[in-house]
């Protein structure tokens, strides 16, 4: 089990806040995980992590809502000049 996940566990359960945990296969967007969960995408949330300059800047919005890198970039000050690379990360 992920130490992160753990992390999380602890801090929901720490807090009284109450979530349901649901499993199911690896997917690739938020609309095939809200059709393995059987839900609408606007109840599911995504979390992602942007590296501007040398620091990392965590986001979790609506699953239905779409990531508009250029306009984040421009809200953290970052280089417009330097473009975004895309990196999978595995916790």
């Known amino acids: ?15 009284g806040i109450r979530y349901r945990e ?5 997917t690739r967007t938020s609309r095939e995980s809200a059709a393995a969960r059987g839900e ?11 590296k501007v300059d040398d620091a ?3 986001f979790v919005l609506s699953a239905s809502l779409q990531i508009r ?6 809200h953290l000050g970052a280089d417009e ?9 595995e916790a």
Do not use: N, T, Y
């Open 1 to 15: 089990m992920s130490s992160v996940l753990e992390a999380i566990r602890r801090m929901l359960d720490g807090q």
């Open 22 to 26: 649901m499993h199911h296969p690896p």
């Open 40 to 50: 609408p995408m606007e109840i599911g949330g995504k979390a992602i992590v942007f």
């Open 56 to 58: 990392f800047h965590l």
């Open 69 to 74: 890198s250029r306009e984040i970039r421009k």
């Open 81 to 89: 000049r330097a473009s975004p690379r895309r990196r999978s990360f």
